[in-house]
């Protein structure tokens, strides 16, 4: 399977709010609500942020939030503080059995 | 409180096998729906995911799947991954993660392996 699409980087000025996109296709993103999101900052291991597409894990700040249309799905952060600058990535479930795939992730700068 | 820890080699030469272990605490493979995936991120890139194991089932990336397997111990306290053929292009930093409700809510703090003669 091919990696799902992410923007390269987006950026935001603290306090605004900043979407970033994940598109796959049928036989992922638009066929399951598997869709999770991963914060990254550098030389650290993932976080995980969002899981089957809007829900937060357990102490993840409700500025974060997902949502799925079609084979696109989106994480939106807002209110966005220096602390939320970092790589996300995105990865659903694909295929009939439990394989998963990643995007290709998102540098977000907090200008 | 759940924690994972990945073991293995720095260095491997190209062509070798590589065996990574992740060991485990605060949770079971017995448990239904609860997985141990391998993810892996060369430098610089993106989260790449390898295998995932279930109690009695696995699962491989399709580009990888005659390179890898995914095993545990009798115990199921520990999940070892063996990437055979190893090349340069494989050299990254490999996590292990749980797996619940089709994501990764915990991870180990990584292994960075380089491929090189």
């Known amino acids: 399977q091919s990696a799902l699409t992410q923007p390269a980087s987006v950026s935001g000025s603290p306090g605004q709010s900043i979407t970033i996109s994940c598109t796959g296709t049928?036989?992922?993103?638009?066929?399951?609500?598997?869709v999770s999101w991963y914060q990254q900052h550098p030389g650290k291991a993932p976080k995980l942020m969002i899981y089957?597409?809007?829900k937060r894990p357990s102490g993840v700040s409700d500025r974060f939030s997902g949502s799925k249309s079609g084979n696109t799905a989106s994480l939106t952060i807002s209110g966005l503080q220096a602390e939320d600058e970092a790589d996300y990535y995105c990865?659903?479930?694909?295929?009939?059995?439990?394989?998963?795939?990643f995007g290709g992730g998102t540098e977000l700068t907090v200008l | 409180q759940i924690t994972l820890k990945e073991s293995g080699p720095t260095l491997v030469k190209p062509t070798q096998t590589l065996t990574l272990t992740c060991t485990f605490s605060g949770f079971s493979l017995s448990t239904s729906g609860v997985g141990v995936g391998w993810i892996r991120q060369p430098p610089g890139k993106a989260l790449e995911w390898l295998a995932l194991?279930?109690?009695?089932?696995?699962f491989y990336s399709p580009s990888l799947k005659t390179r890898l397997t995914i095993t545990t111990d009798a115990l199921q306290s520990q999940v070892v991954l063996t990437m055979t053929n190893m090349d340069p292009v494989d050299t990254a930093t490999y996590y292990c993660a749980h797996d619940f409700d089709w994501s990764f809510g915990y991870w180990g703090r990584g292994t960075p392996i380089t491929v090189s003669s």
């Open positions: 990865c659903s479930h694909a295929g009939s059995s439990a394989v998963r795939v």
């Open positions: 049928s036989s992922d993103v638009g066929n399951y609500n598997h």
């Open positions: 089957e597409v809007n």
């Open positions: 194991i279930y109690r009695g089932a696995k």
